[in-house]
């Protein structure tokens, strides 16, 4: 296995679907709830999101060929949405999205599916990080079972964190919470500038 690889695609799809951030959205969107209760609504809402994410790895690229859209296109647009995500976290632009997104759930019974699942986990940064994560992959089935896996732990990592959300809220509190979710945002602007740069050089425009 290509540690480097493992730990570029974990690192990414950490940052990008950020589950210390999506926590106090847990625990708003689960307010009142029992132990077991908020149990269920974790276990639906990550099976889903990795259900999604999946399809995503799988067999998005096919679908970007269908429609005429390049790899490279594609990582360089997907790089720029994912500055564009970073760019929201360090300016407190993504918090309040989310908190917008979390207030329209709260009407409904279930907020496993929407707006749990999506967009809250599988959202259009992580589906874009996967298909840009398995393009890079270049056919190896080895590295494409590793951004899976390497999902599949992020998204485990939500369901744990979300066992211990009311817990992670009063030892971090919201401040803790802001310095984590802006320090994220620089190292997720690192990798959306290297996507754009993998583009570029997929395209001849910068030299390998």
């Known amino acids: 296995m290509d540690l480097t690889f493992a730990i570029t695609a974990f690192v990414t799809l950490f940052v990008v679907i950020d589950p210390i951030g999506l926590t106090p959205m847990f625990v708003a969107l689960t307010q009142g709830m029992s132990a077991a209760q908020r149990r269920r609504i974790a276990t639906r ?25 390049s790899m490279p296109a594609f990582r360089i647009s997907g790089g720029i949405l994912l500055f564009v995500t970073a760019f929201d976290m360090l300016f407190e632009r993504r918090d309040q ?21 999506m967009p809250l986990i599988a959202g259009a940064g992580a589906m874009a990080t996967m298909i840009l994560l398995v393009g890079s992959a270049n056919g190896d089935i080895a590295k494409i079972a590793t951004v899976h896996a390497a999902m599949a ?15 992670m809220e009063r030892l971090l509190g919201r401040t803790g919470i802001k310095v984590v979710t802006r320090l994220l945002g620089m190292l997720l602007a690192a990798l959306a500038v290297q996507f754009v740069l993998d583009g570029l050089r997929d395209f001849g425009f910068v030299a390998s």
């Open 45 to 69: 809402a990550c099976l889903a999101a990795i259900v999604i994410l999946t399809i995503f790895g799988l067999a998005g690229e096919e679908v970007l060929a269908f429609i005429g859209i």
């Open 97 to 117: 999205r989310r908190e917008n997104q979390a207030d329209e759930g709260e009407a409904r019974d279930d907020p496993s599916i929407f707006p749990l699942a």
């Open 153 to 167: 732990i992020v998204v485990g990592l939500v369901f744990a964190l979300a066992q211990t959300a009311g817990l």
